[in-house]
């Protein structure tokens, strides 16, 4: 079993940053690689950006050039620094584990909560 434990979220004005922080617990040894996602209201939920166990990295589109995502294995803690933030990133962000290869991102069942980041104009 893993536990994944997300924080960092809060309220923010356009262009302003965030990190959100992702913290892993319980078969950690288990997790190859941590992504996160977005929800916003109305939408589907999708992948921001992952990270693999050797650091290996994706981004979609949207968090090309503005997000970072980074880890650190001995606290077993995954980071999304997000920078020039605009109001369209406001979602509930997420984090899961999965699988990296291939240079995608395979998403499982190990969801956190998540952290709400909203980003007001």
């Known amino acids: 079993q893993v536990q994944l434990v997300e924080s960092g979220g809060g309220l923010v004005q356009a262009g302003g940053s965030l990190r959100l922080s992702c913290a892993a617990s319980g078969s950690t040894r288990s997790i190859n690689a941590i992504g996160w996602y977005r929800q916003a209201p109305g939408k589907q939920r999708e992948l921001v950006a992952a990270?693999?166990?050797?650091?290996?990295?994706t981004y979609a589109d949207a968090a090309k050039g503005r997000f970072t995502i980074s880890r650190d294995n001995a606290k077993n803690t995954v980071y999304l620094q997000m920078n020039s933030l605009k109001p369209e990133d406001t979602a509930v962000y997420y984090c899961?584990?999965?699988?990296?290869?291939?240079?995608?991102?395979?998403?499982?069942?190990?969801w956190g909560k998540g952290t709400l980041v909203t980003v007001s104009s």
């Open positions: 990270i693999s166990r050797g650091g290996s990295t």
């Open positions: 899961n584990a999965g699988d990296y290869y291939s240079g995608s991102y395979y998403g499982t069942g190990y």
